[in-house]
């Protein structure tokens, strides 16, 4: 494409009326006001997490399930529902959030460590320092907030696969070196086998609660879609049969809502590029081919 008509491309681009009334609806990092279908999963883990905001450290919590059924999705809005009441009644509670399949930021003993300090305001180097001291710079971290701190292990299997399940149990082990502050970890996971196949030691002390998450089925899934299209698209520009069709590809793969959502914003964008009013059902076909094709090429 020519700069001139890149230029003209651009501008008229500006000119069309968009699809899209905002898109962040449709991105797995969003964090909607309600969660839909995970009523059970929620009052679990809110009955589990609930003593920190009497500074009583909650037990450690272990929640699995497959891809896409909401599982740091709900785990991160209890959070932040708790983060409003602590600020609220001004209770010192800290909760963090880390994915550990992030690369070189998460993915080994040292770096998932320091990043949990740097997280504490510490400034500690991404190599260098032996492991031992940077465990102290972290314990030292702690000490100083002298708080409960409730420490979310987002993909902890990428961690462990990698790294070992020693550092889960040195986690685990810590309160023991802490007179002041408290620590509790939830670890997220992918791998329904993950717990079992973790030393026996390390289980017994991750694993003080479980909680799985189960797929869900496509009259849920749905049910999401619409919630979200809603917000995410202009009104009347969905055809029918769109969500239906969506939902039973991501039916289909496990009740994977994150696919289904991804399904739809790819579909609307291809539909966006083609100059089309509206959504069709065919968008989904192609959407689906392409997501395929470019998981293939990576």
């Known amino acids: 494409m020519a700069r001139d008509n890149l230029d003209n491309y651009f501008e008229s681009f500006l000119e069309d009326e968009s699809i899209f009334e905002d898109k962040r609806f449709l991105q797995s990092n969003y964090v909607p006001g309600d969660i839909d ?4 999963q ?19 919590l272990f929640v699995y399930g497959k891809t896409g059924t909401g599982k740091t999705l709900t785990c991160r809005y209890i959070a932040g529902q708790m983060r409003e009441v602590a600020s609220k009644q001004d209770i010192p509670l800290k909760i963090i959030y880390l994915n550990c399949k992030l690369k070189k930021i998460a993915d080994t003993e ?36 002298d708080k409960v701190v409730i420490a979310i292990l987002d993909e902890i299997d990428q961690l462990v ?61 749905q049910e999401i879609l619409r919630e979200r299209a809603n917000k995410a698209f202009a009104e009347g520009v969905l055809q029918e049969g769109v969500i239906p069709k969506c939902a039973a590809y ?49």
């Open 250 to 298: 991501a039916a289909r793969e496990h009740g994977d809502a994150r696919r289904a959502l991804e399904l739809l914003r790819v579909a609307g964008e291809l539909a966006e590029r083609s100059n089309q009013q509206k959504i069709l059902v065919e968008n989904i076909d192609e959407a689906e081919h392409k997501i395929e094709r470019d998981r293939l090429i990576d």
């Open 37 to 40: 279908h995970r009523d059970d």
């Open 42 to 60: 929620m009052n679990s883990i809110a009955q589990i997490l609930a003593p920190a905001l009497r500074s009583q450290r909650p037990s450690n």
């Open 110 to 145: 040292y770096r998932l460590i320091a990043e949990l300090a740097r997280m504490f305001g510490k400034d500690v180097p991404s190599t260098g320092l032996p492991t031992d001291e940077v465990y102290n710079i972290f314990f030292d971290a702690l000490e100083d907030e």
């Open 161 to 221: 696969r990698k790294a070992g399940d020693e550092i889960i149990y040195n986690l685990t082990r810590i309160n023991s070196e802490l007179p002041e502050s408290q620590l509790s970890l939830i670890g997220i996971s992918n791998d329904l086998m993950f717990a079992n196949n973790l030393d026996p030691r390390v289980k017994s002390s991750l694993s003080e609660e479980e909680i799985v998450f189960p797929p869900y089925n496509a009259i849920e899934i």
